[in-house]
């Protein structure tokens, strides 16, 4: 089910990606593959500029999967759910989403992204 949803989500089929990544997580909520699951189901709704619902998605996947998710998963939603409240005109809130990624994370890549937004937000 899972792989079937990741096919649909790399050839850009993201409404459908999203169902299938969405019955997945409900019939197995504590999978392994469930925090990725969620996270592609905020970067179908992220590629499709549904700023609040993917904000909401990658809020589940911070919120509901931090005891099961990989680092870099937490790491990633928490740096696109800084873009997303870009996106939302929300920039205290982007603000501290990056800030919090290069808290929690520092040696991932994606605290080095969420560095670099903190500082062109910081500019502006």
């Known amino acids: 089910m899972y792989e079937s949803s990741f096919d649909d989500y790399t050839a850009g089929r993201w409404d459908l990606a999203i169902q299938g990544f969405q019955n997945f997580v409900a019939a197995f909520p504590r999978a392994p593959q469930a925090p990725d699951a969620q996270y592609n189901i905020g970067q179908s709704l992220y590629n499709q500029s549904k700023w609040p619902d993917a904000r909401d998605a990658y809020l589940k996947v911070i919120n509901d999967y931090t005891q ?14 800084g873009m997303t409240y870009e996106r939302l005109n929300q920039i205290d809130s982007a603000k501290q989403a990056y800030q919090t990624v290069v808290q929690k994370y520092p040696s991932t890549s994606t605290a080095t ?10 500019r502006k």
Request: charged residues 10%.
């Open 113 to 122: 992204l969420a560095n670099s937004a903190l500082q062109r937000l910081n």
């Open 68 to 81: 099961i998710a990989q680092p870099g998963t937490l790491a990633d939603a928490t740096y696109k759910l």
